[in-house]
């Protein structure tokens, strides 16, 4: 799905440049867009396959080959495309070509990038994926509603329909709704479960004890809530209290991404990307704000949350010779013998 949603927004930003300049009769210009997507995608997946398959790929060795050189096998990909580009050049046309050059990359780094993202936070658990791209649908649908509704102050002049009632409403329609919504999802494993692939049953599993985000815990109550609730304390999932920061993005930050799909549509005088959805314009039109979120999501991910994952350590040290892994098995266990973990062997 995420796939085939990337692919469908890069071909609508490329048809763009195509038709404001088929005129010119670039050579090659689709093409090579298109190999360069081929060759984006086949890197980044590489790296995926290598980070989450790798006890798969230990076994197979036609695979092994494409591990081991992918970044050198995706960067004479690469390579090859540039010379193409090179080899079109054409006279009078160079500084244009350029332009459409660059036009391609930019469109790679939007679409193909953050579509990798999305991906990862995917392997972190389904509640990275659903809460966010929910919120976003969410805040525009309440932003809409509080505008209509409520809207007299125009917010932005890229958007002269979005008004400042109508932005101020979805946000805190939003942090509600994300609140609820990871209260919700947070019970259940199969959303809350890091994605790992078994070997022993060649398929994925999202099957854990769930970590401390997702485990009820009790906290106080300001003192102007205790009179008002008439409780000391309250129990909550810590991821809740984490979808508060998400919600808060999506509201206040995410519409920037329309705004900037809106700012590049008036620089062309088209009123969609494309007429995908009747109606709604294209698939971009609808994820303008989403990948903006995925990217925001995966560096909260990083940067707040994720910690050592034994699972991948273990799937590495698999794929070691025996002699490393013997090495690494020594001196782990000096350094559990020296912190008092384990007891040191009596030899007899």
């Known amino acids: 799905l995420v796939l085939g949603i990337q692919v469908k927004c890069f071909h609508e930003i490329i048809t763009i440049g195509y038709r404001v300049y088929r005129s010119y009769d670039l050579p090659w210009f689709r093409t090579l867009s298109w190999y360069f997507l081929l060759c984006v995608n086949y890197f980044f997946y590489g790296e995926t396959v290598a980070d989450y398959f790798a006890t798969f790929v230990q076994r197979e060795?036609?695979?092994q080959f494409l591990i081991r050189y992918h970044r050198f096998i995706?960067?004479?990909l690469y390579l090859a495309g540039f010379c193409m580009f090179v080899l079109s050049l054409v006279k009078k046309h160079?500084?244009?070509?350029?332009?459409?050059?660059a036009w391609t990359h930019v469109t790679l780094l939007i679409t193909v990038t953050q579509s990798h993202l999305v991906i990862q936070?995917?392997?972190e658990g389904m509640i990275w994926f659903l809460v966010p791209i929910s919120s976003v649908i969410c805040n525009d649908i309440t932003a809409y509603l509080f505008g209509f509704f409520f809207g007299r102050t125009p917010l932005i002049k890229l958007s002269p329909k979005k008004t400042w009632e109508g932005f101020i409403g979805g946000f805190f329609s939003t942090v509600v709704f994300g609140f609820i919504a990871a209260y919700m999802l947070s019970k259940y494993q199969y959303f809350v479960c890091p994605v790992e692939y078994r070997s022993d049953v060649n398929s994925f599993v999202t099957e854990c004890e769930p970590s401390e985000l997702f485990q009820l815990q009790s906290y106080s109550l300001p003192p102007f809530l205790?009179?008002?609730l008439r409780r000391e304390t309250v129990s909550l999932y810590p991821f809740q209290i984490h979808s508060i920061a998400l919600s808060t993005f999506a509201s206040l930050i995410g519409p920037f991404g329309g705004f900037f799909a809106s700012g590049f549509k008036r620089a062309f005088k088209i009123k969609d990307f494309a007429n995908t959805i009747p109606g709604h314009g294209g698939i971009m039109d609808r994820f303008d704000c989403q990948y903006l979120m995925a990217t925001f999501v995966h560096v909260y991910i990083t940067s707040f949350i994720r910690g050592p994952n034994p699972s991948k350590v273990l799937q590495q040290l698999l794929v070691l010779q025996p002699e490393q892994q013997l090495n690494i098995y020594k001196t782990l266990k000096t350094h559990l013998i020296e912190k008092g973990i384990l007891q040191p062997t009596l030899k007899v």
């Not at 160079?94 to 050059?101: E, N, T, W």
């Open 61 to 63: 060795e036609q695979l």
């Open 74 to 76: 995706s960067f004479a």
């Open 94 to 101: 160079y500084r244009l070509q350029f332009y459409m050059f």
């Open 121 to 123: 936070n995917l392997f």
């Open 226 to 228: 205790k009179a008002v």
